[in-house]
T-cell receptor, first 115, second 113 residues
């Protein structure tokens, strides 16, 4: 199992550009989510999905879109990048209720810089 | 506002010493309290977690103490080792919901030989 994979690892964007951060998992997890990590602020939830075709907003959704057409993939789209979106982005997945494990598995992250 | 408050921001401990990181929460609906460990350039990884029906959980050198009435929980790392040097995050979630995690702001632990 590759677990949770994210691409790209690094990205530099200019203000106003758009891009998609990719996230995939091969564990057949129903639940997937996106977090951003900023210094001194921990990780904050952007969007999440409890299954294919179902998405919802987290704490900091503005400026981001998501979709979930398959169980495996959960891309995060930045429609018009802003310097405030400079951050490290983590994708996570879990299978709530499976046994007694509630563990969320995190990908290696995408470091995004918006100039 | 930060739903989970974590302290200290950084911690330096001698090898063999005890590292203690504290967290507090307000939302009494939280019923799952994990601790994540993150090494530089990596994603967070689950270290240990506790449910509110127990006051303590121990796994090897790592122990969570949980005080439901005070709405506080803490991570104790016994016999701290240089390999434990990492950033530690406490978190909380509601399992009957989507299990979305609310994270503390993190503690950077440095264990010096």
């Amino acid at each position: 199992n590759a677990g949770v994979t994210q691409t790209p690892k690094f990205q530099v964007l200019k203000t106003g550009q758009s891009m998609t951060l990719q996230c995939a998992q091969d564990m057949n997890h129903e639940y997937m989510s996106w977090y951003r990590q900023d210094p001194g602020m921990g990780l904050r939830l952007i969007h999440y999905s409890v299954g294919a075709g179902i998405t919802d907003q987290g704490e900091v959704p503005n400026g981001y879109n998501v979709s979930r057409s398959t169980t495996e993939d959960f891309p995060l789209r930045l429609l018009s990048a802003a310097p405030s979106q400079t951050s490290v982005y983590f994708c996570a997945s879990s299978f709530p209720g499976q046994g007694t494990s509630y563990e969320q598995y995190f990908g290696p992250g995408t470091r995004l810089t918006v100039t | 506002q930060q739903q989970v408050k974590q302290s200290p921001q950084s911690l330096i401990v001698q090898k063999g010493g005890i590292s203690i990181i504290n967290c507090a929460y307000e939302n009494t609906a939280f019923d799952y309290f994990p601790w994540y460990q993150q090494f530089p350039g990596k994603g967070p990884a689950l270290l240990i977690a506790i449910r509110p029906d127990v006051s303590e959980k121990k796994e090897g050198r790592f122990t969570i103490s949980f005080n439901k009435s005070a709405k506080q929980f803490s991570l104790h790392i016994m016999d701290s080792q240089p390999g434990d040097s990492a950033t530690y995050f406490c978190a909380a979630s509601i399992l009957t919901g989507a299990n979305n995690l609310f994270f503390g702001t993190g503690t950077r632990l440095t264990v010096i030989p």
